[in-house]
């Protein structure tokens, strides 16, 4: 009688060193059952010189000279759920790709932190003071701020960012009003906590009406520069723009003029339109200077980076990469393939 085949113990590639110390939470969720090894270089070099002996790599970013070089890969595994840095279409066929949220939370907690810190003038306050002006006290006649509560915050999406954000707005009793492209019945919006849904045309309603914008919006061809000169109009003067998404949903240059001429009170921006081309280099987020205005919070692509969201993601990685060895389905699929549709062992 022929004993089953087993296909040799398959490996698992970490790569970049910002996941060094989640490597070892992985090592116990997978077990014995996969060999995992870390990468910290993640250049386009070194990539394809460990590439071809990994079953699954889990990575941000994949380009096609990569992908080439791929010979065993069955899934890729992006540690986020942004899957614009992967050139699908460079793969092969078999591989599955999965992504995975789980930061909606921690960036449900940031939209709501920089609706606070802007509307109250936090970062001003702190700045004045830390040199002596007492400008901004009640003493000095400096005018009150707003409250949040009974002010409406502009939703662009309700995925699992939007719907968490929600909540938190409401707890703050705020009225929201969101854009979605797939509009719930209205009968779920009391279980969503929206007050009103409206389709992708109705974006300068939402814009219009909100004293608080967050942009929720993945980005692909269709959202690029959602928000652009003619939306940032719409917009009240005294409405901020908060944007934990992607940068490019929100056109650099109409973004940096609304701020800059005061169309919009001020914006709190997270994810930009420029990044390191490596560890540790000094490069500014854009090649225009938000960092010389005074009306804007700048974050380095932090909102959803928390304890407990890379515990989420991890144990979700865990799970997939469990998943593909016992043939069962994936969780995330972004791209399906023929890699985990059979048990690892046959």
């Not at 960012?161 to 492209?181: D, E, N, Y």
């Amino acid at each position: 009688m022929n004993s089953p085949s087993v296909l040799p113990e398959p490996t698992v590639l970490t790569v970049g060193q910002w996941l060094e110390p989640y490597v070892s939470r992985l090592v116990g969720l997978v077990g014995h059952r996969a060999n995992v090894e870390f990468l910290a270089d993640d250049s386009v070099d070194s990539l394809v010189s460990r590439i071809g002996g990994a079953d699954v790599v889990i990575t941000t970013w994949m380009d096609a000279p990569v992908a080439a070089a791929a010979n065993r890969l069955r899934l890729l595994q992006v540690p986020g759920s942004g899957v614009d840095r992967i050139d699908l279409d460079a793969l092969p066929d078999r591989v599955v790709v999965a992504n995975c949220y789980e930061h909606e939370y921690g960036i449900a907690e940031y939209i709501m932190m920089q609706a606070l810190a802007l509307t109250r003038g936090l970062v001003g306050m702190d700045s004045a003071l830390r040199s002596g002006d007492w400008c901004h006290s009640a003493a000095s006649g400096d005018p009150p701020r707003p409250e949040l509560r009974g002010r409406t915050l502009g939703l662009l999406g309700l995925g699992h960012i939007g719907r968490a954000t929600a909540v938190l707005a409401k707890a703050f009793q705020m009225r929201t009003v969101a854009m979605t492209r797939s509009v719930p019945p209205e009968s779920m919006w009391p279980d969503l906590a929206v007050d009103h849904v409206v389709p992708p045309d109705g974006l300068l309603d939402v814009l219009s009406a909100a004293d608080v914008v967050a942009v929720a919006l993945p980005l692909d061809p269709s959202t690029r520069s959602t928000i652009g000169e003619r939306e940032l109009a719409s917009m009240r003067r005294t409405a901020y723009l908060v944007n934990p998404a992607r940068g490019a949903v929100v056109d650099e240059a109409a973004l940096y003029d609304a701020l800059s001429r005061g169309v919009i009170a001020g914006a709190a921006i997270d994810t930009w339109y420029r990044y390191p081309a490596r560890d540790g280099e000094r490069i500014t987020p854009s090649r225009l200077p938000f960092e010389r205005l005074t009306n804007v919070i700048m974050t380095p692509h932090i909102a959803g980076y928390t304890a407990q969201t890379m515990d989420r993601r991890m144990d979700v990685i865990g799970r997939n990469i469990v998943a593909m060895l016992d043939g069962r389905p994936i969780e995330n699929v972004v791209r399906p393939g023929g890699g985990p549709n059979a048990p690892w062992s046959a």
